[in-house]
């Protein structure tokens, strides 16, 4: 870690007025090898120059990254894509006009413009279009695509506000534009297609149903079982974690309200449904995401709300879990990781 701490501005944006001049100085920033953090639809993102390896070297040490691990490129559009890659497909161009801008992300064999810094020394590149005002705005200013992780120190929680960011990137970046909350609160769902379909890396706000419509949908392997190497070097680490330890309770649903109400005391943190809340005493360790089937409000709230119960000292996190369906299979898949894996099955 350098031992010069940056002074980090904190710029507040009008969301009422024009963001392209108000973002134009931090494009210029970016161009130029700074690092910028700045709002998407998924969760906030650490900006730097895709094009740029020393200024892409700057995101691995500010967030302590392991250098193995691939960084998604955010263009504007997809008329930003064919420099960046050494091919397209149809699937992939209809996979690109169906759901951009929005939360997916494409792995493409990279073209030789591309930094092995972004690849992770690899030969592929994963690309996506933010569907976020601010986001189109500052790739526009800066004229190159941005190289963005999520914009946290590694293997934390995301941080889905710009005071999130601040709490990890405080004195390491030059910036973080705040345009507000994200609306969807979880990474982006990353993909690539070969000839017999659409492979999932990632789970996120894309689900399998929604892809199924195009081709045949699977789970990289290492997914599935928890075990192998995953085709996103990303989700091999322990990841989305608090300083706490977290565990994830799922079952039958009276099973599972006895069973929370049975764990209540002091000092030990909840993140549970409306449902589940109604066995459980009305106090600020007990953070209730809404309706059980309302698995999007639980997204958007999970990493804010993991972040909240780490600071009220407290030992450990239970959270009620979900159905693996729709956008409920990204949530399980970032609170199993968030868990090391602790998965309490409940059945009375
Ligand atoms: O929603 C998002 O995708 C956010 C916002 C900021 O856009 N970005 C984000 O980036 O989540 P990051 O770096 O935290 O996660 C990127 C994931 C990692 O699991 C990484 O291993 C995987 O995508 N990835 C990146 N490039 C890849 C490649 N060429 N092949 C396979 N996986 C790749
Ligand atoms: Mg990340």
Redesign the pocket.
Known sequence: MGSKKIDTKWVRLDMGAPLDRQVEQWGKAIRQGELVAFP?E?????GANGLDAQAAKKIYRAKGRPSD????L?VSGMDMVSPLVERMTPLEKKLMECFWPG?L?L?FP?SSNIPSMI??G?S???I?C?DNPVAQALILAAGVPIA????NLSGRP?PCSASAVMHDMDGRIAAVLDGGSCRIG???T?V?CGSDGIVI??P?AVTTEMLGAFAPVKLDDALVSGEGIP?????KYRHYAPQVPVHVCIGENTALESYFSALYQEGVGFLISEETAQHLPNEENVLVWGKRRDVERLASCLYESLLDLETKSIREIFVEGVTESGMGLAVMNRLKKAAGYDIREVDR
């Not at 998924?42 to 650490?46: N, Q, S």
């Not at 691990?69 to 998604?72: D, F, G, K, T």
């Not at 963005?148 to 914009?151: F, G």
């Open positions: 998407t998924t969760v906030y993102g650490l691990n691939p960084l998604i955010h939360p992300t792995v990279a690849t992770g690899g592929t590149v994963a996506r933010p963005a992780p999520s914009a995301s979880l990474e982006s990353v690539a890396y990632r996120g085709k996103a070097p990303g989700m």
